[in-house]
């Protein structure tokens, strides 16, 4: 869980990074919507998901119960559970707020520092 950090309001990626989701999904903005949608849409447990594909763009998808972005031939940069254990005794059933609530404690270094492995 290196991915995140304590809650930070306006928390945002920079440098690398930035740029390669402005290049894949054509601003930050629309990368976020993509990223809430897979995660909000995931039916019953799994993950919610960015990686790189093998032409190195960033992509953002879902995955059923246990499966992860290898096992589809992926490079996993961010995941999201969205099981309900995960967010249950914070959130109850609303995984909307669970999922909206994420970006305060990503940590964007972490997840940049995953693109140059």
């Known amino acids: 869980w290196e991915q995140l950090k304590k809650p930070q309001e306006g928390n945002k990626p920079m440098g690398k ?15 976020v919507e993509q990223f809430e949608k897979a995660g909000m849409t ?3 447990s799994g993950w919610a998901w960015l990686s790189q594909d093998d032409k190195g763009m ?14 589809e031939g992926k490079k996993p ?7 309900e254990h995960a967010y249950y005794l914070n959130y ?6 669970y999922v909206k609530a994420f970006w305060q404690i990503v940590d964007w270094e972490v997840v940049e520092g995953r693109l140059s492995k």
């Open 17 to 31: 990074l930035l740029d390669l989701l402005n290049t894949s999904f054509g601003s930050y903005e629309l990368f």
């Open 42 to 44: 995931r039916f019953g």
């Open 58 to 71: 960033l992509v953002v998808h879902n995955t059923a119960n246990q499966d992860n972005p290898v096992m």
């Open 77 to 83: 940069l961010l995941g999201l559970d969205v099981w």
């Open 92 to 97: 109850q059933n609303r995984r909307v707020d």
